[in-house]
């Protein structure tokens, strides 16, 4: 059984960082993709980034290319999500996810955690 745990998440000013982290409680992490997902104030749900076992990363989403990045740390059962110069539109409570494959579509991924908010504010 996987049950993931997020942290990480605060308040923070535009141009800020935060690092999220992803960890399990159960089942260990290093055979699942691992998919970070938002959901904004308006209620859109987004696919972050997700990164496979054997650590390769995929994000269809343009606004966080080059700001966020995905990494494992098997050795310690967590999966991070580093967020660099972030701005209010990344305001949303961030959640991971676990399955056997990286998808767009949180409702494909097997395992959920509960979230961890994250406001950009001035």
């Known amino acids: 059984q996987v049950q993931l745990v997020e942290s990480g998440g605060g308040l923070v000013q535009p141009g800020g960082s935060l690092r999220l982290s992803c960890t399990s409680s159960?089942?260990?992490?290093?055979?699942?993709?691992v998919g970070w997902f938002r959901q904004t104030p308006r209620n859109e749900r987004e696919a972050v980034w997700c990164?496979?076992?054997?650590?390769?990363?995929?994000s269809d989403l343009l606004s966080v290319k080059g700001r966020f990045t995905i990494s494992r740390d098997n050795a310690n059962n967590t999966v991070y999500l580093q967020m660099n110069n972030l701005k209010p539109e990344d305001s949303a409570a961030y959640f991971c996810?676990?399955?056997?494959?990286?998808?767009?579509?949180?409702?494909?991924?097997?395992?959920w955690g509960r979230g961890t908010l994250v406001t950009v504010f001035s």
């Open positions: 159960g089942s260990t992490l290093d055979h699942y993709a």
């Open positions: 996810t676990a399955g056997n494959k990286c998808d767009i579509d949180a409702y494909n991924m097997d395992y």
């Open positions: 990164i496979t076992p054997s650590g390769a990363t995929t």
